[in-house]
């Protein structure tokens, strides 16, 4: 097994083929997760990221009449999904590690589970606001930022432990993925301020960025040299997303703030009927991909909601 930086380091400069998965809703088999990654197994990705999903909070209505704040996952899973495909189709597992729903325990916890597997790399993020509330809030003995989780993470690989410190504690060797967001993470004022938050987690000891989704080269490509004139000189992967339906033109923005260029807003407009909806993202992202590979992307990485066949769709066309 190896750390995504060195896949990237490996392959010379040539483009490597990258997805993240989801694992599936509560309930569901693993075998329904392998079947719908299968396909994509042909163009050989070296690493899949598999997200983690915190907890939701809902009121239920007693019998007494009084309501209860319950917590619940509906996607619980990632570890075991992350040691599942690792083992059957040979691949390292990229798994998302939040702040968001953990202490540092908690994560402490997790990390050494993912250190026994074999697990190399992790991606560190804040992760998303606990629905239904509308900001985030850390454990009391939790990360407020995804630089205080790097923070951890980088101290295990120097065998340093929340309750513990010797020279005789094994250290992790964990490759540390972070966030990055070209049009602006959306709590922050700026970009520049969102710049200097990133700087941060690259100080505290990130290994490589992965972007949010976008549909304008141009953004990532302006992103990328901030980045290097700002001396921050780890692999930037470009996070991709085929549009697929008519409504993402609208949720897209909504979820991730990020902005749709017009000429892809009205060829969809114009396009008939849903199939031709997904020739035209298809299209769309093939020429992205094949403007980002003639920069000399590392990795093209496609956010595939764990479903290949568009994803498929542009990436035979382009590798
Ligand atoms: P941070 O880097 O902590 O930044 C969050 C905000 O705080 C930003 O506005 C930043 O500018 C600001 N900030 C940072 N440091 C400071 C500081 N010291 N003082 C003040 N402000 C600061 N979510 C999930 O729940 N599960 C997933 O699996 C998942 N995977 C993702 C994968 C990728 C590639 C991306 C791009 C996002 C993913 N997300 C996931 C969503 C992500 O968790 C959210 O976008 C979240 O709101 C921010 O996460 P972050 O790690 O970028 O946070």
Same mark, same amino acid.
């Given at each position: 097994?190896?750390?995504?930086?060195?896949?990237?380091?490996?392959?010379?400069?040539?483009?490597?083929?990258?997805?993240?998965? /989801?694992?599936?809703?509560?309930?569901?088999?693993?075998?329904?997760?392998?079947?719908?990654?299968?396909?994509?197994?042909?163009?050989?990705?070296?690493?899949?990221? &598999?997200?983690?999903?915190?907890?939701? @909070?809902?009121?239920?209505?007693?019998?007494?009449?009084?309501?209860?704040?319950?917590?619940?996952?509906?996607?619980?899973?990632? *570890?075991?999904?992350?040691?599942? /495909?690792?083992?059957?189709?040979?691949?390292?597992?990229?798994?998302?590690?939040?702040?968001?729903?953990?202490?540092?325990?908690?994560?402490?916890?997790?990390? /050494? %589970?993912?250190?026994?597997? #074999?697990?190399?790399?992790?991606?560190?993020?804040?992760?998303?606001?606990?629905?239904? @509330?509308?900001?985030?809030?850390?454990?009391?003995?939790?990360?407020?930022?995804?630089?205080?989780?790097?923070?951890?993470?980088?101290?295990?690989?120097?065998?340093?432990?929340?309750?513990?410190?010797?020279? @005789?504690?094994?250290?992790?060797?964990?490759?540390?993925? *972070?966030?990055?967001?070209?049009?602006?993470?959306?709590?922050?004022?700026?970009?520049?301020? %969102?710049?200097?938050?990133?700087?941060?987690?690259?100080?505290? #000891?990130?290994? @490589?960025? *992965?972007?949010?989704?976008?549909?304008?080269?141009?953004?990532?490509?302006?992103?990328?040299?901030?980045?290097?004139?700002?001396?921050?000189?780890?692999?930037?992967?470009?996070?991709?997303?085929?549009?697929?339906?008519?409504?993402?033109?609208?949720?897209?923005?909504?979820?991730?703030?990020?902005?749709?260029?017009? %000429?892809?807003?009205?060829?969809?407009?114009?396009?008939?009927? %849903?199939?031709?909806?997904?020739?035209?993202? &298809?299209?769309?992202?093939?020429?992205?991909?094949?403007?980002?590979?003639?920069?000399? *992307?590392?990795?093209?990485?496609?956010?595939?909601?764990?479903?290949?066949?568009?994803?498929?769709?542009?990436?035979?066309? &382009?590798?």
């Amino acid at each position: 097994m190896a750390k995504v930086t060195e896949h990237i380091a490996k392959a010379n400069g040539k483009t490597l083929f990258s997805i993240e998965i /989801i694992p599936p809703a509560k309930g569901a088999r693993l075998s329904e997760l392998m079947d719908a990654v299968e396909p994509m197994m042909e163009l050989k990705p070296p690493f899949i990221d &598999v997200t983690y999903h915190r907890e939701e @909070y809902f009121k239920k209505k007693l019998s007494d009449g009084t309501e209860k704040v319950i917590s619940t996952r509906k996607r619980p899973g990632t *570890v075991g999904i992350c040691s599942a /495909i690792m083992h059957k189709f040979k691949v390292d597992p990229v798994p998302h590690v939040l702040c968001g729903g953990f202490t540092k325990d908690d994560t402490e916890d997790l990390l /050494i %589970d993912l250190n026994y597997l #074999g697990i190399e790399n992790v991606m560190a993020l804040r992760g998303d606001i606990a629905k239904p @509330y509308d900001t985030f809030k850390a454990k009391k003995e939790g990360h407020l930022f995804a630089s205080d989780l790097v923070k951890q993470i980088e101290k295990m690989n120097m065998g340093k432990y929340l309750h513990e410190d010797s020279e @005789y504690l094994n250290k992790s060797n964990f490759c540390i993925g *972070v966030a990055a967001y070209p049009e602006k993470h959306f709590e922050a004022d700026s970009l520049d301020i %969102d710049f200097e938050n990133l700087k941060n987690k690259i100080d505290q #000891g990130a290994d @490589y960025i *992965v972007t949010q989704m976008f549909f304008d080269n141009q953004k990532y490509f302006e992103f990328v040299k901030k980045c290097r004139e700002n001396n921050i000189h780890i692999p930037i992967i470009p996070g991709l997303k085929v549009l697929a339906t008519k409504k993402q033109l609208e949720i897209l923005p909504k979820l991730f703030y990020l902005g749709i260029p017009d %000429d892809l807003k009205k060829a969809v407009e114009k396009a008939e009927d %849903d199939k031709a909806i997904k020739e035209v993202g &298809v299209e769309w992202c093939v020429q992205q991909c094949k403007e980002l590979m003639e920069f000399g *992307v590392p990795a093209l990485h496609f956010y595939t909601m764990s479903k290949s066949k568009t994803t498929m769709a542009v990436a035979k066309q &382009v590798f």
